[in-house]
């Protein structure tokens, strides 16, 4: 009888030992609106798993990499691998994408006018300024026929860029922060969808031009290249991929937010 108590206690200790080794917290960093809403329900697949995830809010697009870089943050989950790649290039980061997360198209919206074809000749048009979204935007414009980049532009066109402008559009770049609020004195506006949601608007309802899905814009989880292989890893992707966050993502979002994996 003392031998099965014995060994019941070495059970219940060993198993005490497992689960607090398994047992881990990380901070994860999120722009503020829709990344991080969405990682509220994969905190709660993550807790499932033994992974405690403690979210990060931020208000712009530049400190979630620069907290993650310096150790801050063991992930962040808000950007898309044309935007990471021009952060790496501009900054030095050591960080990699590890799992695709969603879709949140950009679009144009206007407090003037109701239609793109309402849009006249000179329109001041406002851009972000960060690289890859600002070129983001200028190839939507040239999806839509309103201007013409130069071959081979790609995802880092900038104004400069604009070989043809038959509108005579007047470019002007902002943080992206600031465009929503910066829509009342311009014609036509370029916003992240987060930032539009936050500022009331619907990029289904409100946009006056929407990006279809593009692969090379889908947003990633994002970790420092040291961490790659450690084991909560795999369960924040596992943790983020599952069914219960793409139905969240389809119904919160209603269409302005797509699952990318």
Same mark, same amino acid.
């Given at each position: 009888?003392?031998?099965?108590?014995?060994? @019941?206690?070495?059970?219940? $200790?060993?198993?005490?030992?497992?689960?607090?080794?398994?047992?881990?917290?990380?901070?994860? #960093?999120?722009?503020?609106?829709?990344?991080?809403?969405?990682?509220?329900?994969?905190?709660?697949?993550?807790?499932?798993?033994?992974?405690? *995830?403690?979210?990060?809010?931020?208000?712009? +697009?530049?400190?979630?990499?620069?907290?993650?870089?310096?150790?801050?943050?063991?992930? &962040?989950? +808000?950007?898309?691998?044309?935007?990471?790649?021009?952060?790496? !290039?501009?900054? #030095?980061?050591?960080?990699?994408?590890? %799992? !695709?997360?969603? *879709?949140?198209?950009?679009?144009?919206?206007?407090?003037?006018?109701?239609? *793109?074809?309402?849009?006249?000749? %000179?329109?001041?048009?406002? $851009?972000?300024?960060?690289?890859?979204?600002?070129?983001?935007?200028?190839?939507?414009?040239?999806?839509? #026929?309103?201007?013409? *980049?130069?071959? %081979?532009?790609?995802?880092?066109?900038?104004?400069?860029?604009?070989?043809?402008?038959? !509108? !005579?559009?007047?470019?002007?770049?902002?943080?992206?922060?600031?465009?929503?609020?910066?829509?009342?004195?311009?014609?036509?506006?370029?916003? &992240?969808?987060?930032?539009?949601?936050?500022?009331?608007?619907?990029?289904?309802?409100?946009? $006056?031009?929407?990006?279809?899905?593009?692969?090379?814009?889908?947003?990633?989880?994002?970790?420092?290249?040291?961490?790659?292989?450690?084991?909560?890893?795999?369960? @924040?992707?596992?943790?983020?991929?599952?069914?219960?966050?793409?139905?969240?993502?389809?119904?919160?979002?209603?269409?302005?937010?797509?699952? #990318?994996?």
């Amino acid at each position: 009888m003392k031998r099965a108590v014995m060994t @019941l206690a070495a059970a219940v $200790l060993t198993s005490l030992f497992t689960q607090a080794v398994r047992a881990e917290t990380i901070k994860v #960093g999120a722009t503020s609106g829709p990344h991080a809403q969405i990682l509220e329900v994969v905190k709660q697949n993550a807790a499932k798993e033994g992974l405690t *995830l403690e979210i990060v809010e931020f208000s712009d +697009y530049i400190q979630p990499n620069a907290a993650l870089a310096a150790g801050d943050l063991q992930a &962040n989950s +808000y950007q898309h691998q044309p935007f990471l790649n021009a952060q790496i !290039k501009a900054r #030095g980061y050591d960080i990699v994408p590890v %799992g !695709k997360t969603a *879709l949140f198209p950009i679009a144009f919206y206007s407090k003037r006018y109701k239609t *793109l074809a309402e849009v006249p000749a %000179g329109a001041t048009v406002a $851009l972000p300024n960060d690289p890859s979204n600002e070129a983001r935007t200028l190839l939507l414009l040239e999806s839509a #026929g309103l201007v013409k *980049l130069k071959p %081979g532009a790609g995802v880092t066109a900038t104004p400069v860029d604009v070989i043809d402008n038959p !509108k !005579k559009f007047k470019f002007i770049e902002l943080e992206a922060p600031q465009l929503a609020r910066a829509l009342q004195d311009v014609d036509l506006g370029a916003i &992240n969808t987060n930032y539009a949601i936050e500022a009331k608007l619907n990029p289904k309802r409100d946009a $006056l031009l929407l990006e279809g899905p593009q692969s090379q814009y889908i947003c990633e989880i994002v970790v420092r290249r040291q961490d790659v292989d450690k084991p909560w890893v795999k369960t @924040l992707v596992a943790a983020y991929q599952q069914d219960n966050v793409r139905a969240f993502i389809d119904k919160t979002f209603n269409g302005a937010g797509l699952a #990318g994996w």
